[in-house]
C-alpha cells in the first residue's frame, strides 16, 4: 500500500524558473524527509522536518511540514541545472523498534540550461 | 570517513546462484537497513537490524537472508537468485529519521 503520494512525478522546466513539489499522505508521520538521488547514485538526506508547520531553509530550497504532520512540500527557487534529479519524501511511521520509513515514488525533475 | 560503503558494485548471476552483497558503516549506527529499488516501485525494506546480532524482516524479505555479525557491517545473501531479484539494492545506516545511503549494488539476474 502507497502511504506517501508524491506530485508531480515528472517535471521539466527552464533554468531560473520556480517549482514546488508535494508529498502527501493520509496518515501522521513523527517526522519526514526529503532526499535528492541522481543517476546511478543512491539518494542523499536534505533535510527532515519534525514540528507540525515547519519551515526549513537550504540555500534556494524551502521545505514545509504540513500543520497536521501529514503532508510536505519542497519549493525551488530559481532552479538550476544542478538541481536536476529525483526527489523522493519519506516518513517516519510507527513506534519502537517497528519505526521505518514509508517511501514515495518520487518527482523526477529535470532543469533544462 | 567513508560513510556507508557497498560491495559489490555491479553483479550479473544466473538464476540459482547465490551471493552475498556486503555493506559497511563507519558512523558507529545502531540501525542498517537494505532496500531495493525498482521502477514504478521506488524503495522497499528487504531486512533491517537495530542492533549488532539483531535482524527483522521488511516489506519484501523472501528470497533474502541477512546477518549483522559485527556493528560496522550487514550482509545480504541471495541463497538461489531468480530474475524477479534484479534490481538495485541500497544499505541505509542511520536512524529512522537520517539515513544515509550506500552507492548501490546493480544486480541482473538472467
Known amino acids: 500500500t502507497q502511504l506517501l503520494e508524491q506530485s508531480p512525478q515528472f517535471l521539466s522546466i527552464q533554468e531560473g524558473e520556480n517549482l514546488t513539489v508535494y508529498c502527501n499522505s493520509s496518515?501522521?508521520?513523527?517526522?519526514l524527509q526529503w532526499y535528492r538521488q541522481e543517476p546511478g547514485e543512491g539518494p542523499v538526506l536534505l533535510v527532515t522536518v519534525v514540528t507540525g508547520g515547519e519551515v526549513k531553509k537550504l540555500k534556494r530550497l524551502t521545505f514545509q511540514f504540513g500543520d497536521a504532520r501529514k503532508d510536505s512540500s519542497l519549493h525551488i527557487t530559481a532552479a538550476q541545472p544542478g538541481d536536476t534529479g529525483l526527489y523522493l519524501c519519506?516518513?517516519?511511521?510507527?513506534?519502537?523498534?517497528?519505526?521505518?520509513?514509508?517511501w514515495g515514488l518520487g518527482t523526477s525533475l529535470a532543469v533544462n540550461p | 570517513n567513508a560513510g556507508v560503503t557497498q560491495t559489490p558494485k555491479f553483479r550479473v548471476l544466473k538464476t540459482g546462484q547465490s551471493m552475498t552483497l556486503l555493506c559497511a558503516q563507519d558512523?558507529?549506527?545502531?540501525?542498517m537497513y537494505w532496500y531495493r529499488q525498482d521502477p514504478g516501485m521506488g524503495l522497499r525494506l528487504i531486512h533491517y537490524?537495530?542492533?549488532?546480532?539483531?535482524?527483522a524482516k521488511g516489506e519484501v524479505p523472501d528470497g533474502y537472508n541477512v546477518s549483522r555479525l559485527k556493528k560496522q557491517n550487514f550482509l545480504l545473501g541471495l541463497e538461489s537468485a531468480a530474475p524477479s531479484q534484479t534490481s538495485v539494492y541500497f544499505c541505509?545506516?542511520?536512524?529512522?529519521?537520517?539515513?544515509?545511503f550506500g552507492p548501490g549494488t546493480r544486480l541482473t539476474v538472467t
Open positions: 519519506a516518513g517516519a511511521h510507527g513506534a519502537g523498534n517497528n519505526r521505518k520509513l514509508i
Open positions: 541505509t545506516s542511520g536512524t529512522v529519521g537520517e539515513q544515509y
Open positions: 537490524s537495530v542492533g549488532e546480532g539483531t535482524t
Open positions: 558512523m558507529n549506527h545502531e540501525y
Open positions: 496518515s501522521v508521520f513523527s517526522s
